[in-house]
């Protein structure tokens, strides 16, 4: 028997997925273990986003859909764009897709071809550089050092070395959960256009800023491609279900793509996100959860001896320096798994340079579980 192995298959795992698996395993042998690992929200959807579902599994058809998802949910995406941003978004621009995460590989393939190169900052989301290793982009990762995010300057700075085709940064974003001020946000998005570099903004983390309100890249251009999601503050990551902004130009390609790779985003997940936009209250409420468990971490984790690398700004992250305890953040991860069960993410998955001296703490969890992981944390340091 021949078996064939592409080389895009050696892309490297996602560490936190691997932490999550280990995790589970011991929860299913009973172990009781508190997972701060993986960026997902402990709350269930909201409750009308579910009455919807149940109603349309009961209605019974559910099948394939417009490729670039129902009119209906296109219609109120355009819709949030306005309540949310006062920002008039032609729903015609919109693409629903199988997350954020397929929305990435359609932007990619309709924007990139093989060989281009496309900046994203380290510390970042590793499957930005995944999904572009594994599709043979050349990604070019700048290290943000002591900054918090990445600015004007790094992109002119990466940009004269050697030319890029694209920009890709998030913010908030992960792991650190920091925020590009507007005026920095404009600057980088006007930097980008000056030098013929396409831009895409990562704004899964929208909704989830603790101090200032949230500014889409879609008030500085209508060239840029804006990626959201309904996983994070809508607390719907299993539905797999988000969306892209589209420039007009790019309309088509990823429709084309999208009607081969994916045909349509799920019927079901779509007809329930149109209701969690109207869940305002309940999932404000989610939030002020996070807020509360932000602070209890914001204070505790640097007493514990893990200061922050990074400010807090938003997202449900805190990602500490642990070199006061290790130069190995992965091993340490492993055995404060193992040993004290609670699982962190090493910061390897974010940064391959610099990661072994940092660690990523998820506060989307129960308030109780937040001060029981740190209790645990202390006791087990001693
Ligand atoms: C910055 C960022 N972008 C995208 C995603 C993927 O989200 P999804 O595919 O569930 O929309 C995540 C998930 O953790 C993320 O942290």
């Known amino acids: 028997m021949v078996v064939s192995l592409s080389r895009r298959g050696n892309v490297e795992p996602f560490h ?41 599994l009961e209605d019974g058809r559910i099948g394939y859909t417009d490729t670039l998802g129902l009119a209906g949910l296109r219609k109120a995406i355009a819709e949030h764009y306005a309540d949310h941003y006062g920002l008039d978004v032609d729903p015609g621009r919109i693409a629903v897709t199988t997350g954020s995460s397929a929305a990435f590989n359609l932007a990619f393939l309709a924007m990139f071809d093989p060989g281009d190169r496309v900046a994203i900052a380290a510390p970042g989301y590793p499957a930005y550089r995944n999904i572009m290793a594994a599709l043979g982009i050349d990604v070019v990762e700048i290290e943000l050092g002591d900054e918090a995010y990445l600015h004007a300057g790094h992109l002119e700075a990466a940009h004269r070395e050697k030319p890029l085709k694209g920009v890709l940064f998030a913010s908030p974003a992960n792991p650190t959960g920091a925020v590009i001020p507007a005026d920095e946000l404009s600057a980088l998005i006007r930097t980008a256009e000056a030098l013929g570099i396409a831009v895409i903004s990562d704004e899964i983390y929208h909704r989830l800023a603790y101090a200032a309100p949230d500014t889409t890249a879609l008030r500085y251009s209508n060239s840029v491609t804006v990626i959201n999601s309904f996983s994070k503050y809508y607390c719907m990551t299993g539905w797999r279900i988000g969306w892209m902004v589209l420039p007009e130009e790019l309309v088509r390609p ?73 130069n190995d953040s992965m091993a340490f991860a492993r055995r404060m798994l193992a040993e004290a ?24 969890g129960s308030h109780d579980d937040m001060v029981e992981a740190l209790a645990r944390i202390e006791r087990w340091l001693r």
Request: hydrophobic share 45%.
């Open 254 to 326: 990823v429709e084309r793509i999208a009607q081969s790779l994916y045909i349509s985003p799920p019927e079901l997940s779509q007809i329930a996100a149109i209701e969690a936009f109207a869940a305002t209250e309940e999932l404000e409420a989610v939030k002020g959860r996070y807020a509360w468990n932000r602070e209890l971490l914001m204070k505790r984790l640097p007493e514990l001896g893990f200061p922050l690398a990074a400010p807090m700004d938003g997202a449900f992250y805190a990602f500490c320096d642990v070199t006061r305890h290790t």
């Open 16 to 56: 936190a997925m691997d932490v999550l698996a280990e995790a589970n395993r011991l929860k299913a042998q009973g172990v009781p273990v508190i997972s701060m690992a993986v960026g997902q929200p402990s709350d269930p959807a909201p409750a009308r986003v579910r009455a919807a579902a149940a109603k349309a």
């Open 341 to 364: 069960h609670v699982a962190a993410t090493p910061g390897r998955d974010f940064d391959t340079q610099a990661g072994h001296r940092t660690m990523r703490f998820s506060y989307a």
